[in-house]
């Protein structure tokens, strides 16, 4: 019987050899202002995956698309991005190895599976585990430098060989670099304080913030 993508990073049971990476979540500086005004990292919508109110963040890069991709000299609708401590997130409702709504527009390089098939354990740790599985190094995970992406197959696994397809194969237009991107979600809200927000990114005409200001004499980073 094949096995799941989840039991492929078993074979490795040992701790991973390198800290855990922070968690992002990027989305407009309007959003980004909005959280920190309020206090917390929340959401009113269902996602359309999962059918949950969910959180959405990335391992280690900050990865991101707006849902209008037309341009804009707005500054307010400019990305900008939360730097989170992992373990902010304390018990995640899924971990996958990509963006989950990208997932149909993945191709052929899918064909066959079902996205269930890449589910991982709903641990963080096992971000780390594919990366030192399938990249030569974390930089190159975190510059999403396909050069270092190491293509492999998995006779018991057929999941295996699909994951390196949607990472190397998948059309760049249709699936950005969000289909390397390992993505963790949580049902549960994360306060914006100095023990959770390791740092805040967002464009300098909304730095000088009383919210932000807080935070930064705190000794969260802000740029």
């Given at each position: ?165 949607i990472v190397r194969d998948a059309d760049p237009d249709a699936a ?48």
């Open positions: 019987m094949p096995h799941s993508f989840r039991q492929s990073l078993a074979v490795n049971t040992s701790p991973p050899a390198n800290p855990q990476l922070p968690l992002c979540h990027v989305a407009s500086c309007r959003t980004i202002l909005d959280f920190i005004e309020n206090g917390v990292v929340s959401t009113d919508e269902i996602c359309d995956v999962f059918g949950e109110k969910l959180n959405y963040f990335f391992y280690g890069r900050a990865a991101y698309r707006p849902k209008d991709s037309s341009k804009t000299n707005v500054v307010i609708a400019a990305p900008a991005a939360l730097i989170i401590a992992p373990d902010a997130i304390a018990a995640p409702f899924s971990v996958y190895p990509f963006d989950t709504g990208g997932f149909p527009r993945y191709g052929p390089s899918a064909d066959g599976h079902k996205l269930t098939d890449f589910a991982m354990r709903e641990e963080i740790t096992e971000c780390e585990r594919v990366i030192e599985r399938h990249w030569q190094s974390y930089g190159d995970y975190i510059r999403a430098d396909l050069d270092g992406f190491m293509r492999r197959l998995d006779p018991d696994c057929p999941a295996v060989e699909c994951y390196s397809a950005d670099d969000r289909r390397s991107s390992l993505e963790v979600t949580s049902l549960t809200d994360v306060p914006i304080d100095a023990s959770n927000i390791l740092g805040i990114v967002l464009p300098r005409q909304y730095a000088d913030n009383s919210a932000i200001r807080s935070l930064q004499s705190q000794g969260v980073c802000v740029q």
